[in-house]
């Protein structure tokens, strides 16, 4: 096991109607000002918006809204958060909704506590962001596991570069968690959020250090999100099923199934350019290469695939290639049946590609032949590109 230090210090409010606890979360942490954050209206359209706007009223706290957010969230309409927050005078934010709100939230709690600083400066790691305002999330989609994560990830349309600030900064001081809440989901939303669960593991596990206590985690987390998931596109009003998914996407990036690895995280930095390039949901980004990631990689230790495949997907019997290749191809078939695009062509956002463009991708995500990615296989920018022309069919 690899030296580790883990810090996962966001309280967590489980179960039905704990949105209503908000107002007292918020005064838990110090919050009087809310910047209430929010995208492009489901929470309008469910009645949650009114419901916490009320919450926050009946306990006296002020509270000012900034909707508008779209998924892959852009750094410029963040600093148009920003400039609310500054002008209303937050002291707390607070993202009611997926991901991309909640990144959202914890872009504007870094600006508005640097205001002179770029914080795009703060995303290129060019200056380091040292404190932040306090940030909440109610969470309506198990997916991206922002409200437990140290991450938040940005697009910069004028450069189009789609890029992730991991900081401690960044975890929600509480994180509402109400599985009704996503009820209101679209069934391909409710596919895309349990693929990337499984890819937040999945991005952990393959990596070069074996560690038992770990594995078993990440393990037990990916076969009880491959079962759910199973159930909640076919019914995502199924109490237990969306309570185990909300549950494991939080456990699946606050680092647990990880714990005593280098990580990989090859797969996000391929999907992250496609989201760049071509506005396709993160979810999305992810299925479309990880059959042709996994087949590039598996050489460099078919022992780990076919673990993979006997723990994950109760596979035996083959050689250790075989196995390895079986593993490969339940998670692909897994990921088709949830309705989720394994190719350029079947992704719509996409589609077939030029071999120019594929370049271009493969250049980017290198961030112009200035770094390789991935510890489980080392992929330089001709890797790269090798994994998104397989992926182009
Ligand atoms: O914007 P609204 O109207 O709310 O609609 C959203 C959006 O269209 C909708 N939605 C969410 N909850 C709903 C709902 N519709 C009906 N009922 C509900 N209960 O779903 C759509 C997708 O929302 P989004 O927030 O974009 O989804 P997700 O949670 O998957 O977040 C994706 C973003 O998070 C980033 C991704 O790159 C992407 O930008 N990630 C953030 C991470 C982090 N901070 O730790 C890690 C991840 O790897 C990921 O990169
Ligand atoms: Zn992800």
């Given at each position: 096991m690899q030296s580790f230090t883990y810090l996962s210090p966001t309280e967590v409010i489980f179960g039905k109607d704990t949105q209503n606890k908000v107002a007292e979360c918020?005064?838990?942490?110090?919050?009087?000002?809310v910047l209430l954050v929010y995208g492009g209206g489901s929470v309008i359209r469910s009645g949650l918006l009114g419901q916490v706007r009320q919450v926050l009223a009946d306990a006296g706290l002020a509270c000012e809204e900034f909707g508008g957010v779209q998924p892959n969230p852009t750094?410029?309409?963040?600093?148009?958060?920003?400039?609310?927050?500054?002008?209303f005078q937050a002291d707390f934010l607070l993202g009611v909704?997926?991901?991309?709100?909640?990144d959202t939230a914890k872009a504007i709690a870094i600006g508005a506590a640097n205001p002179t600083a770029d914080i795009w400066d703060f995303w290129c790691r060019k200056a380091t962001a040292t404190h932040a305002l306090p940030t909440g999330a109610i969470l309506t989609i198990p997916a991206a596991g922002s409200e437990t994560s140290n991450s938040a990830v940005l697009t910069c349309t004028a450069t189009g570069s789609k890029r992730g600030l991991s900081s401690d900064l960044n975890r929600p001081r509480f994180a509402i968690m109400n599985p009704e809440l996503t009820y209101t989901l679209p069934v391909y939303q409710v596919a895309c959020g349990v693929t990337d669960i499984m890819m937040h593991t999945l991005d952990r596990y393959f990596n070069p250090v074996d560690n038992e206590l770990t594995d078993a985690i990440a393990e037990a987390l990916l076969r009880t999100v491959i079962a759910k998931g199973r159930i909640a596109v076919k019914d995502?009003?199924?109490?237990?099923?969306m309570s185990e998914l909300m549950w494991a996407g939080s456990l699946s990036h606050n680092g647990l199934t990880g714990l005593g690895g280098p990580g990989d995280f090859a797969v996000h930095q391929l999907g992250h350019e496609l989201s760049a390039m071509f506005g396709t949901a993160h979810g999305a980004s992810l299925s479309t290469v990880w059959g042709s990631w996994a087949l590039s990689v598996c050489h460099a230790r078919p022992e780990r695939f076919a673990r993979y495949a006997r723990n994950v997907w109760g596979l035996d019997g083959a050689g250790v290639n075989d196995l390895a290749m079986a593993g490969i191809r339940s998670t692909v078939k897994y990921f088709a049946g949830l309705g989720m695009p394994v190719s350029f062509g079947e992704n719509p956002d996409i589609g077939i590609q030029k071999d120019e463009v594929l370049r271009e991708l493969a250049y980017r995500c290198s961030f112009q032949q200035t770094r390789t990615i991935g510890t489980f296989d080392v992929l330089d920018v001709k890797r790269i590109y090798e994994i998104y022309r397989e992926a182009n069919r």
């Open positions: 918020v005064r838990k942490y110090d919050g009087s000002r750094l410029e309409h963040a600093k148009k958060g920003i400039r609310s927050a500054l002008e909704g997926g991901g991309s709100v909640i995502s009003h199924d109490y237990d099923a």
